[in-house]
């Protein structure tokens, strides 16, 4: 599942599929999701108002994204040049903050899945990009196993050694990205503190000691190798977990992190289940979850939602997480049916669209 963290005023986001996909595919869902998410990523920096649309289809071994946009788009003569690194061909009000590398990267990791990549573009109309990937069948439709009628979901941590919650300093020089880190990890019970720059870092861990450090790679000045040379040498931070971000994945740019002291290397955009995983794997702790029966999505007294309100709950059909938080919001602000939006929340923080749908049938 593809998640967006955000949208401006006046764009949204809808899903299509142009063609009923296998229930299992085999290929590389981690090279496939950055993918995904750099051009979804890139079509909204370029998209002011109008919509921003993923469309998946699938041919005889062949899994096709398409990502289009109604963005202001590109001319002939730059398309060719927007695939090479540092390139920003747009006019300077759309040249926001990042390295200029999202759709370099894109096509090197298509390129090593031995895909194919290409644009569609009218400049002041938008953009499509499309990709293609060879997948292996693995479950067909009719081969779909059976659903559980019990889903887990992650709720927060008992720690396995110490006590209070764990402290966790999160070091990038773009807010947005500490936001979507701070949106991640403070439902699970972590106590977060931000630093902008590498030295900010030093200076906050001068005071407050965190159990973890997530530093991102690429920032001016002094950057997240850089830092984490310094801290490694400093009293006290041999053995504090440090874990690289960065939108570089390739094998040399682990390497380089794990010679100066990172235990671990994450992609961005930042997956919650590899970040749980890695926490995991490098923290005294064990997950916390809850399980939700589908007996239990069932309509309760307190649950008297308008025809309106439950007919939003369809939104999960297009996969418009957002439009779904946003109904929760409301009926929060209206202290309406609390038992239901409680529900409901844990159902959207973990991207459970089934469970949301079959809610929605029962409503």
Known sequence: MFRIH??????????????????TLYCDSKRLRQIAMNLLSNAVKFTEKG?????TNFKTGQLCLEIADTGIGISPPKIDKIFEPFQQTSENKYKLPGTGLGLSISRRLVDAMAGQLTVVSTLGTGSIFRVEIPVEVVTTLTERPL??????VVTGYYRTRGKGAFRVLITDDVASNRQVLCGLLEPLGFVLIEANSGQHCLEIV???????????LRMPEMDGLETTRVLRALPG???????AISAAVFAQDREQSQAVGCNAHLAKPVSLDELRDTLGQLLPLTWRCAKTTHSEITPQAEWRLSPEQATQLHFAKSGDIMAIKKLTQELEKQDCCPTLVKKISILVQNFEIEEILHLAQNL
Not at 15 to 21: F, G, I, R, S, V
Not at 147 to 152: A, F, G
């Open 237 to 243: 931070f041999q053995d504090i977990p440090i874990v």
């Open 51 to 55: 919509e921003v649309v993923l469309r």
């Open 6 to 23: 955000a949208a401006q005023k006046g764009l949204f986001f809808r899903y299509e599929t142009l063609a009923a996909l296998p229930y």
């Open 147 to 152: 659903q559980p009628n019990e889903s887990t």
């Open 206 to 216: 001068t005071t407050w000691q965190p159990d973890l450090i997530l530093m991102d």
